[in-house]
């Protein structure tokens, strides 16, 4: 894990009024669940499992993707994939997941603590996940953590995801609040190219998915090793 560059670790983010949090990779670690998933679709139809590290490479940018990586695997998908083979396999996968989305998923070090703060000064928290809507709120509720939250967008909640800038202009709009007074926090090049699009500012932590790459490449405003390495910029 990579060194908080010490310029960025000490950015203020001033007259901000929301701040908005990927899920997977950011707030919780969802892996174990997500693997368990995988491999039970792999098993049913016959392939081979894999590791929870491997797994954890091809998470971040929804189901569908996660499978089509598993058939795959690689994280390079297979273009000559069979459509009706995916959705078959998709199928199994989801229906699994449904029922087992809080086993072993938890949360990162710190983000209840952090998340508490935040709320307690007055920010206003939002969730922007490529994650199926209809897995959050149970997740949220496993890990009591769904009082922090103002509201959550899914993959499926608008007609485009991240890194479309989409999902983040909505957000402002429905919050009432300006692009420059609003903060996007995420583990991958998907949150980052996001937040860029959108023009709005963003942190990278160092812990989560992204695909084996180093977050500081897609140059946020600020990166962290830790959720709680935030809190400075915005009620130090």
């Known amino acids: 894990m990579r060194q908080v560059d010490s310029l960025?670790?000490?950015?203020?983010?001033?007259?901000?009024?929301?701040?908005?949090?990927?899920?997977?990779?950011?707030?919780?670690?969802?892996?174990?669940?997500?693997?368990?998933?995988?491999?039970?679709?792999?098993?049913q139809i016959g392939r081979p499992s894999f590791s929870q590290d491997k797994v954890h490479e091809w998470v971040g940018n929804g189901a569908l993707t996660l499978v089509r990586r598993a058939l795959s695997g690689s994280v390079v998908i297979d273009e000559h994939l069979e459509v009706a083979f995916v959705e078959n396999a998709l199928d199994i996968f989801l229906t699994f997941y449904a029922q087992n989305l809080c086993v072993a998923t938890q949360l990162y070090p710190n983000v209840k603590e952090t998340l508490t703060q935040l709320q307690n000064h007055g920010y206003k928290l939002v969730i922007v996940t490529n994650k199926p809507s209809d897995f959050v709120a149970p997740i949220l509720k496993g890990l009591e953590i769904e009082s922090f939250f103002e509201f959550y967008l899914g993959a499926d909640s608008?007609?485009?995801?991240?890194?479309?800038?989409?999902?983040?202009?909505y957000v402002c709009e429905k919050l009432k609040i300006g692009i420059?007074?609003?903060?996007?926090?995420?583990?991958?090049?998907n949150d980052i190219v996001a937040s860029k699009r959108a023009k709005m500012q963003s942190v990278g932590v160092t812990y989560g998915y992204n695909y084996g790459e180093d977050i500081s490449v897609y140059d946020a405003d600020q990166i962290v090793d830790d959720i709680a390495d935030i809190l400075p910029s915005f009620i130090g």
Do not use: Q, R, W
Not at 9 to 27: E, S
Not at 158 to 165: F, G, I, S
Not at 180 to 189: A, T
């Open 158 to 169: 608008l007609e485009k995801k991240k890194p479309d800038p989409m999902p983040l202009l």
């Open 180 to 189: 420059d007074e609003c903060v996007m926090i995420g583990d991958s090049k």
């Open 8 to 43: 960025k670790f000490g950015k203020k983010f001033n007259n901000k009024k929301a701040i908005i949090f990927d899920f997977d990779g950011t707030l919780i670690d969802s892996s174990p669940d997500l693997t368990l998933a995988v491999n039970h679709m792999l098993a």
